[in-house]
């Protein structure tokens, strides 16, 4: 893809890209480890003891898990990622993020995990202002789950929450959760929630607290709060599509390969995905995110640039593009001034107003 400096900022195409969906460290973050199935090798967390033969069960199990993690990175052409003894430090990893995405034109990086919120408002202090950073969690019911949010936004300058839906202990429509979306109400920022199958292969199928339609209540009680479903909302596209229809303020990003079509039981490729939620929700209801996570792959550039090929060949206008690749990004992120760097990209131009019209 094209990339080149427009009024000294980096651009894709002529776009400013904001990349709403990254994970900083994910081997080392236990949040997103215990997700990862074979991803970063045989893992130990959901090893039964106490039995030998459960050990050597489990043992059968990640390697067959490790074995279908290595054909996915195969099919797309993804090196394997880098064993922890490697590993050269949090800083060192930053700052190798800091060149990735100058390398690849990409303005902002919004991580929504890092290892804690700590970690997180360290990482961002050591981007160079290209880092944005969330505040994440295991269980929005837990107990200090709603100081840890608040302390995360105030205190860290964190800017939204990402939860795993199967990995809480109840519905994301129980009023439990309210103290949880009164922070995020107070502070106007936005709330990501994974639903559907999680993980790389030999993680979460599914569990009673995976389907998106359990958000609907608490999205009609906080209706100032954006609600963002990444992935297309995975499994449930029925469900997502309708709970979008119900409450304006949920919205999907684009994040990952989105190789969970293949499992579905209808044809279904991502642009299909794209052109159901563009035509009935509109631009201003989808956000880019690329989900790059591990080393050397870096940042997942493949899926930046099918997405895009999807938008043009759909014959959506610059204006709109942009708006789904970076300025949805900005708003939600409270980037107050971030405009677009070309205003090309920033407006219709007359002829397709014509035709939008």
């Known amino acids: 893809m094209r990339n080149e400096f427009i009024a000294g900022r980096p651009t894709v195409q002529g776009l400013s890209i904001i990349d709403f969906h990254l994970h900083f460290r994910m081997p080392h973050d236990p949040l997103t480890r215990s997700l990862s199935g074979g991803q970063f090798g045989p893992s130990n967390t959901s090893a039964r003891s106490g039995c030998e033969e459960f050990d050597a069960g489990q043992a059968a199990r990640s390697a067959a898990v490790a074995r279908t993690s290595a054909q996915w990175r195969k099919s797309w052409d993804f090196s394997d990622p880098e064993p922890l003894s490697d590993d050269a430090g949090w800083e060192a990893e930053a700052d190798r993020w800091v060149e990735e995405l100058s390398g690849h034109g990409i303005e902002h990086a919004a991580f929504v995990t890092a290892g804690g919120n700590d970690a997180m408002t360290a990482l961002v202090d050591r981007g160079e202002g290209r880092f944005l950073?969330?505040?994440?969690?295991?269980?929005?019911?837990?107990?200090?789950?709603?100081?840890?949010?608040?302390?995360?936004?105030?205190?860290?300058?964190?800017?939204?929450?990402?939860?795993?839906?199967?990995?809480?202990?109840?519905?994301?429509?129980?009023?439990?959760?309210?103290?949880?979306?009164?922070?995020?109400?107070?502070?106007?920022?936005?709330?990501?929630?994974?639903?559907?199958?999680?993980g790389s292969a030999g993680g979460i199928a599914q569990n009673a607290f995976s389907n998106p339609a359990s958000l609907e209540q608490a999205a009609k009680r906080y209706p100032?709060?954006?609600?963002?479903?990444?992935?297309?909302?995975?499994?449930?596209?029925?469900?997502?599509?309708?709970?979008?229809?119900?409450?304006?303020?949920?919205?999907?990003?684009?994040?990952?390969?989105?190789?969970?079509?293949?499992?579905?039981?209808?044809?279904?490729?991502?642009?299909?995905?794209?052109?159901?939620?563009?035509?009935?929700?509109?631009?201003?209801?989808?956000?880019?995110?690329?989900?790059?996570?591990?080393?050397?792959?870096?940042?997942?550039?493949?899926?930046?640039?099918?997405?895009?090929?999807?938008?043009?060949?759909?014959?959506?206008?610059?204006?709109?593009?942009?708006?789904?690749?970076?300025?949805?990004?900005?708003?939600?992120?409270?980037?107050?001034?971030?405009?677009?760097?070309?205003?090309?990209?920033?407006?219709?131009?007359?002829?397709?107003?014509?035709?939008?019209?």
């Open 133 to 198: 950073g969330m505040a994440a969690m295991a269980d929005p019911f837990a107990p200090g789950a709603v100081r840890d949010f608040e302390a995360a936004v105030t205190d860290g300058g964190l800017r939204g929450l990402k939860l795993f839906a199967p990995l809480a202990s109840s519905r994301m429509d129980d009023t439990a959760a309210n103290p949880v979306w009164d922070v995020a109400s107070r502070h106007k920022v936005p709330v990501l929630i994974h639903f559907g199958h999680c």
């Open 224 to 357: 100032e709060v954006t609600f963002v479903i990444p992935h297309f909302g995975i499994q449930h596209v029925q469900e997502v599509l309708f709970l979008m229809w119900a409450c304006p303020n949920v919205v999907v990003d684009t994040s990952g390969s989105n190789q969970w079509v293949r499992y579905m039981p209808q044809r279904l490729t991502l642009e299909d995905l794209f052109r159901r939620f563009y035509e009935t929700m509109g631009p201003e209801r989808i956000v880019f995110g690329s989900d790059s996570s591990w080393f050397p792959r870096g940042f997942a550039r493949r899926y930046l640039a099918d997405q895009l090929r999807i938008c043009w060949e759909m014959g959506m206008p610059a204006d709109e593009v942009q708006q789904i690749f970076g300025g949805n990004a900005a708003r939600l992120l409270k980037l107050n001034d971030w405009e677009p760097a070309s205003a090309a990209a920033a407006a219709p131009t007359e002829q397709e107003t014509r035709i939008k019209g």
